[in-house]
Structure formats: structure tokens, C-alpha cells
């Protein structure tokens, strides 16, 4: 397989350790070893201190694939594949999709999810939302044909921060089930709802065919530990998802999982933190549009770390981007790198440091 460049993550490489300003970021907060293990109970300190640096079981530590079954229901450890979070998006991708398969994918997405099957020599239809932003149900349902094996959602959504609400989650689920497609649903930022009422539930809890895609990166505040998992109840498939990882990195970090574990023990501490700095940001950008009329406009996210900054002055987001980055230090993500037509920028709102950066917009 051929992939071409990962051109979000080939802009962050050259960028992102090198200026001091971040306004895009998709992560929230991360969180200092010291803070994390403050945390820790005296069992899991035990299993911190007691470490010792063996292969570790190549679906996942016991306990770790047990704390992550809790985030979902009717999910069991064995349910459970930790892997890294792209690592997921490989595995899944080249282990049920068949060249000549067709893909639903939604758009605009994070580049491996419509890449990889691309390279695996299927055809891609894109979801696209409505004039408003919005991703329609209905929608989705005409672009599916006899071909399709697979329906790829991410929501909350990056970069725009989109939902569907619960209701239309579990009619997504339900219809591919009555076709007979797999429903590959990335939930890597699950948990930053503002109102628990908008939570989906996970897509594996709602059919026995569907696969979630999660992990430490951005709801838990770890990108460094590289610790995901996939959740599927269908046997057959996470088999073929673990003799494919066998190919790749065959099991997980030994220390990444132990803190994992950990984090995932004081989850309610870490998610409400972080919907707390999200929070703060959303209401930063509010009063920085009400300031700047007629320049900026957006739709405030209700869930999710990120969302999409509309800009209204004719200026396309490339140039836009690269002033920020070139007068005022500032490393903004542009949406010409999702292959947006409209300008905008993406916000990324889990971070400390995002009103400084902000700050700097206004002064452009």
C-alpha cells in the first residue's frame, strides 16, 4: 500500500515545537506525570512502582482493557483492543475493507480515516454537512449502495466540531445494521460534551457489527502515552484486528498502560477539568468575535475540543495562517488543510495557553 503525505500531520511536524503559540491544537490540557500520578490509588501506585518492562499482552493489560469496557455499555474487557490510536484506524481499515468495497466517509475528516481504505483500493463517498453545518441522517442514507461495506462517522466531530444527536446516532447504527455495513465510528473526543445529555452512546454498544475507535489523546489529556483502543462485541473481527497488529506493533507500552489505567480511574476529575478550560475558550472566542465584526463568525461547539473559525474578510485561510505564523509566532491550522472551500481556521479549545495565543489574533 501507497499512502500519500499526511499533510495536517506534516505541517504540525515542521511547526508545532518550533513556534511558541498554539491556537489549533485538538488536544486538551496534557497532564504533568506528577499531576497524573497524584492521582493514583495505592493499587495502581503499586503496579507504577512494581513496573517492570516485560512484553505486555498484545490485546491490552487486563485491568486497562477493564477500566475502558466501564465507558461504554454492555461492553466486556474481552470486547477490548488497546492499541495506538492510528495504529486503530490502520488495523481496521485493512483488515475488513476489500479492494472495490465503497466507504461513507464523513467530510471534512482527519486524513487517514478516507486515506487508508483509499490505498486499500476503495471507492470513497463523502458525508457532507448541510449549508448550516449540519450532518443529515437522510443525507447519509442515499449515498449508500450495494457496494458499501463500511460507514466511517466521527463525532464529536474534528475539525468542525459537529454532532448528531443521540437519536440520530442510534438511527445510524440501526441502518447500517439492516445493510449490513460495518459502522466505524472515531470517538476520540468523547466525554467533552457540555451537557452529559448530548453524550452518544458508543457506536459498539448499539450494534454488535459496529467498531469504536478511542484513546488517552485528546478527552483524557495523553497524547505522549500513544494508547488507544478499539471496542467491538463481534469476536471474528477483533480477531482479525489482533493478527494484523501482530504486523505492526504487537503489543502496547508497558508504562504508557499503567498510566492509562490511572487516568482512566480518575476519568471524571480529568473530563470535567478539561470541559471546564473548553468552556472558558468558548466564551473567550465569543467576545473576541462580538469585537471584531464582521470579520469572524462560528458555530460554538457542544461538544468536542475544536470547531471551526469562519473568516469573512476575503482573506483565504493559507494566507490568513501564514501571517499569524509569520508576524505573531502564532501556529494556526488553516482549513484548506482539511480541503475546505470556505476560509476558516480550526480552534482548538482544550488548551491552557489558547487566550494568549487568541490574544495575538487580534493584534494581527
Known amino acids: 500500500m501507497k499512502l500519500p503525505p499526511f499533510i495536517l500531520e506534516r505541517h504540525f511536524a515542521q511547526y508545532e515545537f518550533e513556534v511558541p503559540y498554539q491556537l489549533s491544537c485538538s488536544d486538551c490540557e496534557p497532564l504533568r506525570m506528577s499531576e497524573l500520578l497524584a492521582m493514583a490509588s495505592p493499587e ?21 482493557r477493564h477500566e475502558v469496557a466501564t465507558l461504554y455499555e454492555g461492553i466486556l474487557p474481552e470486547d477490548i483492543l488497546i492499541c495506538a490510536p492510528e495504529e486503530g484506524i490502520f488495523l481496521v481499515m485493512n483488515s475488513l475493507l476489500e479492494k472495490g468495497d465503497q ?88 466525554g467533552l460534551e457540555q451537557d452529559p445529555a448530548d453524550r452518544l452512546p458508543g457506536a459498539t454498544s448499539l450494534s454488535v457489527s ?51 489505567i490511572i487516568a482512566l480511574q480518575n476519568r471524571e476529575n480529568i473530563l470535567g ?15 473576541f468575535i462580538e469585537d471584531n465584526p464582521g470579520l469572524f463568525s462560528w458555530n460554538p461547539p457542544v461538544a468536542g475540543s475544536v470547531a471551526m473559525l469562519n473568516l469573512l474578510s476575503g482573506q483565504t485561510s493559507e494566507q490568513f495562517c501564514q501571517d499569524l505564523l509569520v508576524e505573531k509566532q502564532v501556529l494556526a491550522i488553516g482549513s484548506h488543510l482539511f480541503n475546505m472551500p470556505k476560509p476558516a481556521i480550526r480552534l482548538g479549545l482544550g488548551r491552557v495557553g489558547f487566550a494568549e495565543a487568541l490574544e495575538r489574533v487580534t493584534r494581527l
Not at 453545518?133 to 461495506?149: I, P, S, W
Not at 471496542?231 to 501482530?246: E, M, S, V, Y
Request: proline fraction near 5%; include cysteine.
Open 103 to 190: 466507504v461513507v466517509v464523513i467530510s471534512p475528516a482527519y486524513q487517514s480515516l478516507y486515506e487508508i481504505a483509499t490505498g486499500a483500493g476503495c471507492r470513497i463517498i463523502p458525508w457532507e454537512a448541510d449549508d448550516s453545518g449540519h450532518y443529515q441522517v437522510e443525507n447519509l442514507k442515499t449515498l449508500v449502495t450495494a457496494k458499501t461495506r463500511m460507514v466511517v462517522v466521527n463525532f464529536p466531530h474534528n475539525p468542525t466540531g459537529a454532532m448528531v444527536s443521540p437519536g440520530d446516532f442510534i438511527e445510524i447504527s440501526r441502518f447500517c445494521d439492516l445493510n449490513g455495513i460495518v459502522l466505524f465510528s472515531d470517538e476520540m473526543y468523547r
Open 44 to 64: 495502581s501506585m503499586n503496579l507504577w512502582e512494581n513496573l517492570q518492562f516485560f512484553y505486555t499482552d498484545s490485546a491490552g493489560h487486563p485491568l486497562l
Open 273 to 287: 477539568r478539561n470541559r471546564d478550560i473548553i468552556a472558558w475558550n468558548i466564551r473567550l472566542v465569543d467576545q
Open 210 to 260: 459496529a467498531v469504536s475507535l478511542s484513546g488517552m489523546s485528546k478527552s483524557f489529556s495523553l497524547p505522549g502515552l500513544r494508547i488507544g483502543w478499539l471496542a467491538c462485541r463481534n469476536p471474528a473481527t477483533l480477531n482479525k484486528l489482533l493478527q494484523l497488529k501482530d504486523y505492526i506493533t504487537i503489543c502496547s507500552s508497558a508504562p504508557g498502560e499503567i498510566l492509562s
